[in-house]
């Protein structure tokens, strides 16, 4: 199967894949983290990001849908749209 088949194309789309793929105490992580210290996470999650929704190769569309041109840049905006999905769940984590 072409792996651009499984791209998620939109940053919505982008989360909701991570919030499948991460554990609980991988999204308390995340979640107990301030707006300021999510770059902490962009070495290795957004190295992640970039990898496996195809940001490095010709997902134009999800980059599109960041509207960054850089896919670290993109990255950051995914890394933050989940941390803000989370917090906005956070009553149901607990």
Same mark, same amino acid.
């Given at each position: 199967?072409?792996?651009?088949?499984?791209?998620?194309? /939109?940053? *919505?789309?982008?989360?909701?894949?991570?919030? &499948? =793929?991460? !554990?609980?105490?991988?999204?308390?992580?995340?979640?107990?983290? /301030?707006? *300021?210290?999510?770059?902490?996470?962009?070495? &290795? =999650?957004? !190295?992640?990001?970039?990898?496996?929704?195809?940001?490095?190769?010709?997902?134009?569309?999800?980059?599109?849908?960041?509207?960054?041109?850089?896919?670290?840049?993109?990255?950051?905006?995914?890394?933050?749209?989940?941390?803000?999905?989370?917090?906005?769940?956070?009553?149901?984590?607990?």
């Amino acid at each position: 199967m072409d792996d651009k088949k499984r791209w998620p194309t /939109t940053t *919505d789309e982008a989360v909701g894949v991570l919030l &499948a =793929l991460l !554990t609980d105490e991988e999204k308390a992580v995340i979640t107990g983290k /301030t707006r *300021d210290q999510l770059g902490d996470l962009h070495p &290795a =999650l957004g !190295t992640w990001i970039r990898s496996h929704f195809g940001l490095w190769q010709d997902n134009s569309t999800l980059l599109e849908s960041t509207r960054e041109r850089h896919p670290d840049d993109a990255a950051g905006v995914i890394i933050a749209a989940l941390w803000q999905r989370l917090q906005e769940e956070r009553p149901k984590i607990h």
